[in-house]
């Protein structure tokens, strides 16, 4: 079984094959709304508080309930319910077939996953982490991580910044993330999943859906 550390620095690698290259974590819309390239700091934390808080919460109770055999259609709700923005459930349904396949690939020995099902990327990403041994505070902490390395990387294609600064920026996010690992590895029930809103983050969400030139799918 690999090491915690190994399997943390694989998943989150930016470079795995689930698609999340085509992502921005919202940035792009961001930009085009007149959000400052200074202020992107300031917008990772505001995700972290938020968007993410929902995503790296419901990832922990799917690992929990993957690990127990348990429904993963009911986490899928709970977090719908919490996502109120069709265009990020689509986004990240999207980005959950890419976790599918390469649990898959990786774990083929295991209960075999029905092909028609299409759950989001937090609740796909629990059930990796169960397969894959990733404790709950892993877990979570690969959710909050990522989305603050997407938005950096995203950063770079989209404005000209020193990648030294968005690296950083990462960097500086740290005790946020950890706040947040702390707020939801010890949740294990759907219901307990928080519901923290972010309306501009969904309606640059539902704009960038629309618009036609965009570099980022979302």
């Known amino acids: ?107 083929p020995d295991q209960e075999p996953i029905p092909r028609s099902w299409r759950p989001a990327r937090p609740v796909a990403a629990g059930m990796l982490a169960a397969r894959a041994g990733l404790d709950a505070e892993h877990t979570a902490r690969l959710v909050g991580y990522d989305d603050a390395q997407t938005i950096a990387a995203a950063t770079l294609k989209l404005e000209p910044v020193d990648p030294a600064i968005a690296t950083g920026w990462v960097l500086a996010a740290q005790p946020l993330i950890e706040q947040l690992v702390t707020a939801v590895a010890g949740l294990t029930e759907p219901q307990q999943i928080p519901a923290c809103a972010a309306p501009l983050v969904e309606q640059w969400a539902e704009n960038h859906a629309h618009t036609t030139e965009r570099l980022f799918s979302a």
């Open 1 to 107: 079984m690999p090491s915690q550390s190994l399997l943390l620095a694989l998943l989150a690698d930016a470079r795995l094959p689930t698609g999340a290259h085509t992502q921005s974590a919202g940035l792009e819309p961001a930009l085009r709304a007149g959000l400052p390239p200074a202020d992107v700091p300031g917008y990772i934390a505001a995700r972290l508080r938020t968007v993410t808080i929902v995503e790296a919460a419901t990832a922990v109770v799917a690992r929990r309930v993957a690990v127990a055999g348990g429904d993963l259609d009911v986490v899928e709700a709970a977090w719908a319910a919490r996502t109120p923005s069709a265009a990020l459930r689509a986004s990240s349904r999207q980005l959950g077939r890419g976790y599918l396949r390469l649990l898959r690939r990786l774990w």
